[in-house]
């Protein structure tokens, strides 16, 4: 079981770029996050998917963050264009259905927008 | 406004000692209680879970207590070893789906 995997590990850009994340999720897993942790905010939860379909994206900060999951393995976080305020640790998780709220964290990705 | 709170942000023990890591939250429609750990440049792990019909529960050396007249819940772990020291994330998820609501961490240091 590989877990679920995130790419890249680490990403620099330059502000005013497009920055894409990449996330696998556990096959078998219906519900898929992307989560984010900075100094100020702690771990914070930015949009919900359950059967490939957006339940919940209020925490998707602002029009430049778009997420999507065009199918049961993949999802995407895209950023356009980054600020230097984006600048944190993005992970991805899944979770089986009926498993009381435990989701499976990815590695991460540290984005760091100069 | 915090959902989930950790009010200690760290907390050091002695290695074979009990490590109480504590938790409060404000939201009464939570359903489960989860605790994660977390190692430096890697992602949460899941440790242990209680729904809100329980008041413990229990797995090896890890324990966690819920008081839901307190909105409280506690991790225990005894005998505290070295490779525990991490942060521990407490989370709470509803009835609305697995979203997790996360507190701000309790970095916990295990000295031999």
């Known amino acids: 079981d590989a877990g679920v995997i995130q790419s890249p590990r680490h990403e620099v850009t330059e502000m005013g770029q497009e920055v894409t994340l990449r996330c696998k999720p556990i096959s078998g897993h219906n519900s898929l996050f992307w989560y984010r942790q900075t100094m100020m905010r702690g771990l914070e939860l930015l949009i919900y998917?359950?059967?490939?379909?957006?339940?919940?994206d209020s925490g998707m900060p602002e029009d430049r963050f778009s997420a999507k999951m065009p199918n049961a393995s993949f999802s995407t976080l895209k950023i356009q264009p980054s600020e230097p305020r984006d600048s944190a640790v993005y992970f991805c998780?899944?979770?089986?259905?009926?498993?009381?709220?435990?989701?499976?964290f990815g590695q991460g990705t540290r984005l760091t927008v100069v | 406004d915090q959902q989930v709170k950790q009010n200690s942000p760290s907390l050091s023990v002695q290695e074979g000692r009990i490590s109480i890591l504590n938790c409060d939250y404000t939201n009464s429609m939570f359903d489960y209680f989860l605790w994660y750990k977390k190692y430096p440049a890697e992602g949460p792990t899941f440790l242990i879970s209680?729904?809100?019909?329980?008041d413990k529960n229990e797995d090896g050396r890890f324990t966690v207590f819920l008081n839901k007249s307190a909105k409280h819940l506690s991790l225990h772990i005894v005998p505290s070893q070295p490779g525990d020291s991490a942060v521990y994330f407490c989370?709470?998820?509803?009835?609305?789906?697995?979203?997790?609501?996360f507190g701000g961490g309790t970095r916990l240091m295990v000295k031999p």
């Open positions: 209680i729904s809100s019909i329980k």
């Open positions: 998780a899944s979770s089986p259905p009926g498993r009381g709220g435990v989701a499976f």
């Open positions: 998917f359950n059967n490939n379909v957006p339940i919940d």
């Open positions: 989370a709470a998820s509803g009835n609305a789906g697995n979203m997790l609501t």
